[in-house]
């Protein structure tokens, strides 16, 4: 998959694609459906997606709390799988935001890009202000050669697809939820990082990795898949994870520290993709360190239950 990222500099082979357009924040059931729409409108052109990095809210509102369900790398990652050939991630700035929708259909669709065809939610806007719409750019479509799809959002039991619901699921400790919204279990990745070692002492060595950046999931222990990315020992394997702020040595600072199930070997500066299944409790704290080792002699056993039945 080819990454472009400025709309004024397009090698000429990465234009004429149809190309669904939107955050892809998870790269949910619902953002899934419009890139299939965008690969059967043109089944002859390449494939693409456009986002945006940092992602708009971001870049508007850069002190607010981490929201975000993936990194871009691990949202291209998820693009790549699902058959993405081109992602167009244009840089994020005050040019670009301050483009008015007629200008942003022109200047980036038509003219910079170059696309044959793209498609949007019925909830989709663009432009200075958010003042487009997916009928205004329908109607600039037509005005400057290209062609426009509007799809129309997923429901989920009574609620939309989206990644405001996914974040709400999260939130409350039902990451079964979020996966049915998503299409796949929610993931974190990141590069695994030093920790105090209190896991390795404990008989329990975990691999460490930052949320920074990241919306925070229900604070507790999980039964999790893991996916092993790079390294020599890449490779799937089965877990229990901790996410939160470690209140039994008195931690601040949120991470997530995984125990990965009959497994030997340094993990250090290699990337993991840990999958949420089953949120097991909340963070406790403890009398001590025996009433610790037993509840996460027990965390392991359920959550080995939980896996050995998927």
């Not at 890139?35 to 059967?40: G, M, P, Q, V």
């Not at 487009?132 to 426009?148: H, Y």
């Not at 999260?170 to 929610?186: I, K, Q, T, V």
Request: glycine share 12%; proline share 6%.
């Amino acid at each position: 998959m080819r990454i472009i990222r400025d709309f004024q500099f397009v090698d000429p082979n990465d234009r004429g694609a149809s190309v669904a357009i939107g955050n892809f924040d998870g790269v949910h059931r619902g953002h899934q459906s419009v890139i299939d729409l965008a690969r059967d409108a043109m089944p002859d052109a390449p494939l693409g997606v456009m986002t945006f990095e940092p992602h708009p809210r971001e870049f508007f509102a850069p002190d607010a709390p981490p929201f975000r369900l993936m990194s871009a790398e691990a949202r291209a990652s998820r693009l790549e799988k699902l058959g993405v050939e081109q992602l167009y991630q244009l840089n994020f700035n005050a040019a670009l935001s301050g483009l008015p929708p007629e200008g942003f259909a022109r200047k980036v669709i038509a003219d910079g890009l170059g696309l044959r065809h793209v498609v949007v939610g019925s909830d989709f806007c663009f432009g200075k202000g958010r003042a487009g719409t997916a009928e205004d750019l329908r109607r600039f479509g037509a005005e400057m050669g290209f062609g426009v799809t509007i799809a129309p959002l997923m429901e989920y039991s009574e609620d939309t697809v989206s990644s405001t619901a996914i974040r709400s699921a999260l939130s409350d400790g039902r990451p079964r939820d979020a996966a049915n919204m998503l299409g796949h279990w929610h993931r974190i990745e990141g590069e695994v990082i030093g920790g105090e070692q209190r896991g390795r002492e404990l008989g329990y060595p975990t691999a460490n990795m930052s949320i920074d950046g990241l919306h925070q999931p229900a604070f507790g222990v999980y039964a999790v898949l893991v996916d092993i990315l790079d390294g020599p020992h890449q490779g799937s394997y089965q877990g229990a994870a901790s996410i939160g702020v470690r209140p039994m040595f008195d931690g601040s600072h949120p991470n997530i520290e995984t125990f990965l199930f009959d497994f030997t070997g340094n993990l250090y500066g290699a990337t993991l993709s840990v999958g949420l299944v089953e949120y097991l409790r909340p963070e406790l704290k403890f009398d001590g360190l025996d009433g610790l080792l037993e509840q996460m002699d027990t965390d392991c056993n359920q959550a080995r239950s939980i896996l050995g039945a998927l």
